[in-house]
């Protein structure tokens, strides 16, 4: 008898933490924790893991956990008063039971809707009512999707404003090894140099040392091929117009006291975000934000491939 897929397993992770584990029929799986709303860990069929996940990380509240798919809002970085990143990434979600519907509705059966609300605490530093809701869908393909619904639920009249990022960490084999295209000749705000504005030279972005960048209003698609392991990660976006392009590399990884002194080799965050050009909303208004990851087998995706190793069969 076939073991039947389900799709959708509520269960206990590290220290406690509720999880949610949903899994295709494929055998490609994805694991959401209610704390932060996160995505920890997504694999293929093999069961090999796509997203990094520091072996540092701290699954205790309220130290954001490292690595997966942390959601970064109302604030992204420090463009604010609030903490790193906002609140959203510390937060317990709760499951949405009834979310209201989706303008296309499609069959997937392994997704979550998680729901995340103003609380009284929140409120003394971010006085504004709100529903952000979650949905994390795993495609019967592998695609992990996340989108996101955010309402001003205001009653004195007022608008909120916010920037936002799904700060997403892919697994790479080598950092060295591993180039990232869709985001050249495009202007970035460089964070390790006062946020000044650059713009991206050269045909292909690739890494020998620390980067923090913001790109701006970036193409919906971007690719990052992982040459040693011939897989590309392609992202898609919509309603996040820029891309957050992150590696801390060896000074800033030893600084971080969750993050392997190492394990800046075998990462690379690329970020789909709203930072630029902050998104306000009127009581009552909703905004949406897209992200689509799948893996495929580079040669399918790039036609790129480095041509001397082609040539020698590499
Ligand atoms: O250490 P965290 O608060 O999680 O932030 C990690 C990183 O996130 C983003 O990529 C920012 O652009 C970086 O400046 C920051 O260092």
Redo the contacts with the bound molecule.
């Keep these: 008898m076939s073991k039947e897929t389900v799709y959708v397993e509520r269960c206990m992770g590290v220290n406690g933490l509720e999880k949610v584990i949903l899994t295709e029929v494929r055998g490609f799986s994805a694991e959401v924790y209610l704390y932060g709303g996160q995505v920890t860990s997504w694999k293929n069929e093999h069961r090999e893991e796509l997203l990094f996940l520091s072996n540092k990380a701290i699954f205790k509240p309220p130290k ?1 956990i ?1 690595g997966g798919i ?1 959601i ?1 809002f109302p604030q ?3 463009h604010g008063s609030l903490e ?2 906002g609140f959203a ?1 510390n937060r317990f979600w709760t499951e949405d039971l009834d979310p209201p519907p989706f303008a296309t509705n499609t069959t997937n059966k392994a997704f979550i809707d998680l729901i995340l609300k103003n609380s009284e605490e929140d409120s003394k530093i971010w006085p504004h009512r709100y529903e952000f809701r979650l949905r994390i869908t795993l495609g019967p393909g592998g695609d992990l999707m996340l989108t996101s619904r955010i309402r001003n639920t205001n009653t004195d009249g007022k608008s909120f404003t916010f920037t936002f ?1 799904y ?1 997403t960490y892919f697994s790479v084999t080598d950092i060295s090894e591993v180039r990232v295209e869709g985001l050249e000749t495009l202007d970035y705000l460089d ?1 390790l140099k006062n946020r000044e504005r650059f713009t991206e030279q050269g045909d292909a972005i690739t890494f020998e040392s620390e980067v ?3 790109y701006l209003s970036t193409p919906t698609k971007i690719a990052i091929l992982d040459h040693e392991r011939k897989r590309t990660f392609v992202l898609r976006k919509d309603g996040l117009p820029d891309a ?3 590696n ?1 590399w060896d000074k ?1 990884a030893k600084a ?1 006291s ?2 392997g002194d190492d394990e800046y080799k075998h990462m690379l ?1 690329i ?1 789909a975000a709203c930072v630029e050009k902050p998104i306000t909303l009127k009581p009552g208004e909703e905004w949406k934000g897209r992200q689509e990851i799948s893996a495929v087998p580079s040669s399918y995706c790039s036609g790129q491939l480095d041509p001397q190793k082609v040539l020698q069969g590499g």
């Design positions: 954001a490292r942390p970064c992204f970085s420090n790193q990143h990434r990022a700060h964070n923090d960048k913001v957050v392009v992150w801390p800033k971080l969750d993050f965050c970020e």
